[in-house]
């Protein structure tokens, strides 16, 4: 059974010269994970909108989208609020209470549901998502890797039959990234959630995926199994095989066999093929005398008096006329250590 079928669906923005949308046809089976790829501004996002119609944007609409065989336009306000779930790009977005526990009751209080219903699917979640261990913290506690996964968890408890993501983890640090699209995979698997997802963490994502759709300019280009599409993308010289996972863009210099999508995967293919990978010249660090644009040393920051150091000793050089990139798990003090050395907070020490 079709869990959504998108047929000849075109979509304009008012006042736009172009469409966003130009005749999308795609059809999503029950339980599938489907991830939707491409540039930044083709349409992905519309796409994804237009398959809740509450978020919906405004504008000029051609084509038909049916939900479970019967038309999403007659889909009532209760019905899609429980059986399309849709976790947006900026985390803070969705979050409307104070208390963890508060987030994830919200949305069934608002469809009504006994008090002893709420009670059970609450503790059900907690444990699914094993957030109990902040399950009575207050909301700004949270880092932006759990507000997120509390924003999907609180969507989850209404038991939704398809669950939409609009690129999820872009805000998110690799590691809670990482864990948040475990979790989804999760869902798919053992709840039999459909899926559709835009995300550009292809690596992590197009392994999870039963078929990949790639957009460009508005159009579907391409609708398939990700070890096909890298071959297809590759074939028609588009600029959207550079996003593709590296076992998939290594494969395409010598292709044999099946097409590798995951590391392990590619680890088989080389030794399979009996490729000669090469090694990647180590980076000694920066030559003795190195001029730096910036440096901190022995920096201690906190907010308040009374609360604990948010940097500790930091020791920071940037050199001059290259890029740094400063890595760290959400709450590590990535954005202080910045602020810091951009002068907008001065460390105490």
Same mark, same amino acid.
Not at 97 to 117: C, Q, R, Y
């Given at each position: ?15 736009a @010269? ?13 339980g ?9 501004? @083709? ?22 989208? &049916?939900f479970?065989?019967?038309p999403?336009?007659?889909?009532? &306000?209760?019905?899609e &609020? ?7 790009q ?14 994830l ?10 008090n ?16 109990q ?38 805000q998110l ?10 979790? #989804? ?19 992590? #994502? ?16 391409l ?5 096909e ?25 010598a292709p ?7 590391v ?12 000669? &990978?090469?090694? #990647? ?69």
């Amino acid at each position: 059974m079709e869990t959504f079928r998108v047929s000849h669906l075109s979509f304009t923005y008012p006042q736009a @010269c172009q469409p966003a949308l130009d005749d999308v046809s795609l059809s999503i089976e029950q339980g599938e994970f489907i991830t939707i790829c491409g540039r930044s501004g @083709c349409g992905k996002s519309t796409l994804l909108r237009q398959l809740k119609p509450s978020l919906a944007p405004h504008g000029a609409r051609g084509g038909e989208i &049916a939900f479970c065989g019967a038309p999403l336009s007659k889909l009532s &306000a209760r019905d899609e &609020a429980a059986r399309i779930g849709f976790v947006q790009q900026n985390v803070d977005n969705q979050i409307v209470t104070d208390k963890v526990w508060h987030e994830l009751a919200f949305g069934l209080e608002s469809l009504g549901l006994p008090n002893g219903v709420i009670r059970r699917r609450v503790a059900e979640i907690a444990s699914f998502f094993g957030i109990q261990d902040w399950f009575h913290k207050s909301v700004t506690e949270l880092s932006g890797g759990q507000r997120q996964l509390l924003n999907l968890a609180s969507i989850v408890a209404m038991q939704p039959e398809a669950l939409i993501l609009d690129e999820p983890t872009s805000q998110l640090d690799p590691i809670a990234a990482g864990d948040f699209l475990d979790t #989804v995979r999760k869902i798919n698997l053992e709840l039999g959630v459909t899926v559709v997802m835009t995300e550009h963490r292809l690596e992590e #994502v197009l392994p999870m995926s039963d078929r990949a759709a790639v957009l460009d300019a508005g159009r579907l280009l391409l609708c398939a199994a990700p070890r096909e599409i890298g071959a297809q993308l590759h074939t028609l010289g588009h600029e959207m095989f550079r996003s593709m996972p590296t076992p998939m863009r290594v494969y395409t210099a010598a292709p044999q066999g099946e097409c590798p999508v995951t590391v392990r995967e590619g680890r088989r293919y080389l030794a399979s093929a009996a490729l000669d &990978a090469g090694r #990647v010249p180590h980076d000694a660090g920066d030559a003795p005398g190195t001029p730096y644009a910036a440096e901190l040393r022995g920096v201690w920051f906190r907010f308040e008096k009374n609360e604990p150091d948010v940097l500790r000793g930091l020791d920071l050089a940037v050199p001059a006329a290259r890029v740094t990139a400063l890595v760290g798990a959400n709450g590590a003090g990535k954005t202080t250590a910045l602020s810091v050395l951009a002068g907008l907070y001065r460390p105490y020490r």
